[in-house]
């Protein structure tokens, strides 16, 4: 199981989608399988709809990789990943961090109660959670100077670390 206590996330695919719920708390933890679980759907073709009505909060590194897939995930002007069901203290963090333009951030998703399954982690080393900390930050960075400066220090220090 990813994460620790009663953090998990559920997958799920079926009708040309992807299905992600996030539980408890997104954080560096768990965005190397997320993001890997995301990845392999987008290039499979299907969109991905990312459910956070149970997530309490997200850390900026699993944020700045949800970042950096949705913004490759958008064709046509479309981003193929949705993001649906997301609190007011999730919104906040996102709103400080001047991502509420960049996501496609929905109210409510019809999700269905699928086949759900816990996304099982693998085994990520030190140097690969560090090089995807240091992409989510920079990713965060490139976004706006707030950012830039918000996560200047982290920067310096993952880079210091891969």
Not at 40 to 46: P, T
Not at 108 to 128: N, R, Y
Request: with cysteine; hydrophobic share 40%; glycine share 6%.
């Amino acid at each position: 199981m990813i994460g620790h206590s009663n953090n998990r996330i559920e997958v799920a695919q079926g009708n040309g989608t992807a299905y992600v719920r996030i539980f408890g708390r997104g954080t560096f933890q768990v965005m190397a399988d997320f993001r890997n679980f995301v990845q392999k759907s987008l290039d499979s073709g299907l969109a991905v709809l990312i459910d956070l009505s149970e997530c309490e909060t997200l850390d900026s590194s699993f944020i700045g990789t949800l970042v950096a897939l949705s913004m490759k995930s958008k064709k046509n002007g479309e981003c193929l990943i949705k993001i649906f069901n997301v609190s007011e203290h999730v919104k906040n963090i996102l709103t400080t961090l001047g991502l509420m333009d960049i996501l496609d951030i929905r109210d409510a998703a019809p999700l269905e109660d699928g086949d759900f399954s816990t996304l099982q982690s693998t085994v990520h080393d030190k140097v690969e959670i560090t090089n995807l900390m240091l992409d989510a930050h920079l990713t965060l960075s490139e976004i706006n100077e707030r950012n830039a400066l918000e996560f200047k220090d982290v920067v310096e220090f993952l880079r210091h670390q891969s």
